[in-house]
C-alpha cells in the first residue's frame, strides 16, 4: 500500500491565513464571489463524499451568500474570510497534492476544509438554526 500523506492541520491553517487577503477582496466584489461560489458547487460534484466535512459545505456557501446581501450579518467578518479563503483553495489549480492523483488527490482539499471547519463551526452551527427558526433550511 501506498504511503498516504499526513495531514497537517496546522499547514492547512497557515493556507488559509495566506488567502485571507484574496478572501476580503472577494467580499468587496460581489459577481467574482459569486462565480467563485459556483466552481465551489462544481467542485464538490467531483470529489467523493467524505463524512460530514463536505456535508456542510452547501451551508457554508449558503451562509456566505446571506452574508453578502445583507440577510444574516450576526457573524464575523473574520469567519466569512475564512470561509471564502478555504473556498478559494478549492477551487485554484494548485494544490499541495493535485487533483488528478488518484484517491489523495482531494487529502489536501479535504484538510483546508477540515481546518476551516474547525474554526468556523460555532458560527455554522448559529446560521443554520437561524436558517431553520426563519424557514430559510
Do not use: C
Not at 102 to 124: K, W
Amino acid at each position: 500500500m501506498a504511503n498516504v500523506p499526513a495531514i497537517d492541520v496546522e499547514k492547512a491553517k497557515e493556507i488559509l491565513n495566506s488567502l485571507t487577503s484574496q478572501a476580503q477582496e472577494l467580499l468587496k466584489n460581489t459577481s467574482k464571489l459569486e462565480k467563485v461560489l459556483q466552481q465551489m458547487e462544481g467542485k464538490l460534484k467531483e470529489i467523493p463524499k467524505v463524512g460530514d466535512a463536505l456535508s456542510r459545505v452547501p451551508l457554508m456557501i449558503s451562509m456566505i451568500r446571506s452574508y453578502v446581501t445583507k440577510e444574516y450579518s450576526v457573524v464575523s467578518p473574520k469567519v466569512i474570510i475564512t470561509l471564502i479563503a478555504a473556498i478559494i483553495y478549492m477551487v485554484k489549480d494548485q494544490d499541495l497534492i493535485p487533483d488528478t492523483t488518484p484517491v489523495l488527490g482531494h487529502v489536501d482539499d479535504l484538510a483546508i476544509l477540515a481546518a476551516a471547519f474547525m474554526v468556523t463551526d460555532p458560527e455554522l452551527n448559529a446560521y443554520s438554526q437561524w436558517r431553520e427558526e426563519n424557514g430559510k433550511a
